[in-house]
């Protein structure tokens, strides 16, 4: 997956050369039960980098977007430990510090 805010690794040289290869000998269709999508497939490491997966040949696989989304969507519900990602709900704090709507200020008791 990219990040829109840091460098990709698939997009260095190494990983161009690495689908490249991959093109000219593995099959090029999606490995997915029962689909048989051949355009715009997309790379996948069959063993996750973060599970110690490899760019070795029996590690890829190509996959169309739409069983690569799910494969990945998987592999994340699994890494948080069987819990879905929740929206994150604004904080009090966040909403004081200008994220939001700012809170109304409260009358302050008189000094004497």
């Known amino acids: 997956m990219a990040w829109s805010n840091a460098p990709s690794r698939t997009g260095t040289a190494y990983w ?9 000998n593995l099959e ?3 490995n997915a039960i029962s689909c048989e999508e051949s355009a715009n497939l997309e790379l996948d490491h069959i063993t996750p980098h973060y ?9 890829l696989q190509w996959l169309c977007p739409t069983h690569h989304k799910q494969k990945t969507a998987g592999e ?3 890494a948080r430990g069987g819990r879905y990602r929740r929206k994150e709900q604004p ?18 008791p008189p000094t004497t």
């Not at 904080?91 to 302050?108: F, L, M």
């Open 16 to 24: 161009r050369r690495v689908k490249r290869w991959a093109r000219d």
């Open 28 to 30: 090029y269709r999606c």
């Open 51 to 59: 599970l110690g997966g490899t760019e070795n040949p029996g590690n």
């Open 76 to 78: 994340a519900y699994r």
């Open 91 to 108: 904080s009090i704090g966040s909403v004081a510090k200008g994220r939001g709507i700012t809170p109304a200020r409260r009358e302050q």
